[in-house]
């Protein structure tokens, strides 16, 4: 399915679409179609569920918009759909101040259900910056990550990119007890 048609991003605005994308499977599931379409049985197949599991899921992201059929095709007497993402990305909501942030969720628990013997280069570094730096490194990774994503080749092992720049929560001094 070409891509130049896609629009560029989905923007999750209604809370149907924010628990279609809060659930961990239904996120995995996206993962499967990011790059190309695929049926029912073959979503099933790459996350581990069973077609009845990967079909309700589905049905779900279809309904909130962020999944459509892109082709059908007959196959001994029955139809089969081809689904793929709705947009290139999804854009969630502010969790705002001490919500969850449901991509850092997900992203660990890809990473922790990743195998433990393969590559991995994850990192924290802790920066101080200006609010001009602040921004321009925000730009600067957004950017390097959207170069990688149009080098994205379907054939080639799935690779999640998570990062997250932020300003830490800042509370009280940690006071020292005195005796």
Do not use: C
């Amino acid at each position: 399915m070409p891509t130049d048609d896609l629009p560029e991003t989905f923007r999750v605005t209604t809370e149907e679409q924010l628990r279609a994308v809060s659930n961990l499977t239904r996120h995995r599931i996206m993962s499967v179609l990011r790059f190309e379409p695929a049926t029912i049985t073959q979503i099933a197949r790459r996350v581990g569920l069973a077609k009845g599991s990967s079909s309700y899921h589905v049905r779900l992201l279809e309904r909130a918009g962020l999944v459509k059929v892109v082709r059908t095709r007959k196959v001994r007497g029955v139809t089969e759909r081809y689904y793929a993402m709705a947009a290139r990305s999804i854009e969630l909501p502010d969790p705002g101040e001490g919500g969850p942030d449901l991509l850092m969720r997900h992203a660990v628990a890809d990473l922790e259900a990743a195998p433990s013997g393969a590559e991995r280069h994850v990192g924290m570094v802790h920066l101080r910056l200006t609010d001009a730096q602040f921004t321009e490194l925000g730009e600067r990774l957004r950017t390097l990550a959207e170069e990688y994503r149009a080098l994205s080749d379907p054939s080639l092992p799935d690779t999640s990119l998570v990062f997250a720049l932020f300003h830490p929560a800042t509370g009280d001094p940690i006071e020292e007890e005195t005796e």
